[in-house]
C-alpha cells in the first residue's frame, strides 16, 4: 500500500530553524517533492530529491534516504511569511503521479 | 507568462448535479494532472492526461473523467456529485520531457450541498 508520514503541526520562532520529517512506504519510487502551501493558495514546489542527499536551495534543504525510506525539509533563519502547510510527496512511477501526505502545518511565531 | 489557470474559482452545486472544471496549462507544458484535496488532507491523485489521452488514473470511481483539448487545456467532469465530492480540486501541468517540475493552479472550490 500507499502510506506517507508527516507530522501534522509544529511551531517555531522567527529566526530559528526547523525540520519537517517524512517517512513513506510506497509501491513506487521515482522522486521525492515538498511543496508549501499557504491557505487558499496553490501549492508551490520547492524541492525534489531522486538520488541520496542533501538538496541545498537558499533558506530551504531536503535530504533524502531511499534505504530508509526518508527525507526530511530543513528551514533556515525562519521568516513570518513561512508559516503554511508543507506538503512531501512521492512519485509513484512515471509520469505525474504523485501520493502526498497529509501535511504539515507551521506556525512561525514572533 | 501566465501559470496554470483554473475556473471557477467557487462553485455550489447540489447532491446528484454534474459539473465541469477547466484548467489552462502552464506555457510550453503539454501534460495536466488533476488532484483532489479535502480540507485538512493531501491532494489525492485523479488522473493525468498527455496527448489528449487519459494516461494514469487513481482510485476515483467513472463518475470522474475528462478531456484534454488540442491547445493542451483540460476539463474535468464529475457526474451525479456526492456530499463527499466537496473538496478543492487542483490541477497541475509540466512538460512531459521535464516532468520534476510540476506546477499547482490555485484550484477550484466545489462545495455540494
Known amino acids: 500500500g500507499q502510506n506517507i508520514d508527516q507530522p501534522t503541526e509544529m511551531t517555531a520562532t522567527e529566526g530559528a530553524i526547523v525540520q519537517i520529517n517524512c517517512t513513506y512506504q510506497t509501491s513506487g519510487f521515482n522522486g521525492l517533492f515538498w511543496y508549501q502551501q499557504h491557505a487558499g493558495e496553490a501549492p508551490t514546489f520547492l524541492s525534489y530529491n531522486v538520488l541520496d542527499g542533501l538538496e541545498e536551495k537558499g533558506r530551504f534543504s531536503s535530504f533524502l534516504s531511499r534505504s530508509k525510506g526518508y527525507s526530511y525539509l530543513l528551514l533556515k533563519e525562519l521568516q513570518m511569511k513561512d508559516s503554511a502547510s508543507y506538503l512531501c510527496a512521492v512519485r509513484d512511477g512515471g509520469f505525474q503521479k504523485l501520493v502526498f501526505g497529509t501535511g504539515t502545518r507551521l506556525l512561525v511565531s514572533p | 507568462d501566465a501559470g496554470v489557470t483554473q475556473s471557477p474559482t467557487h462553485l455550489i452545486k447540489t447532491r446528484g448535479q454534474q459539473v465541469t472544471l477547466r484548467c489552462s496549462p502552464k506555457s510550453g507544458h503539454d501534460t495536466v494532472s488533476w488532484y483532489q484535496q479535502a480540507l485538512g488532507q493531501g491532494p489525492q491523485f485523479i488522473f493525468q492526461?498527455?496527448?489528449?489521452?487519459?494516461?494514469q488514473r487513481g482510485n476515483f470511481p467513472d463518475r470522474f473523467s475528462g478531456h484534454q483539448f488540442p491547445n493542451y487545456s483540460s476539463e474535468l467532469n464529475v457526474n451525479a456529485l456526492l456530499l463527499g465530492d466537496s473538496a478543492l480540486y487542483l490541477c497541475?501541468?509540466?512538460?512531459?520531457?521535464?516532468?520534476?517540475?510540476?506546477?499547482f493552479g490555485s484550484g477550484t472550490q466545489l462545495s455540494v450541498l
Open positions: 497541475a501541468s509540466s512538460r512531459i520531457r521535464d516532468d520534476e517540475k510540476l506546477f
Open positions: 492526461y498527455y496527448e489528449e489521452e487519459e494516461r
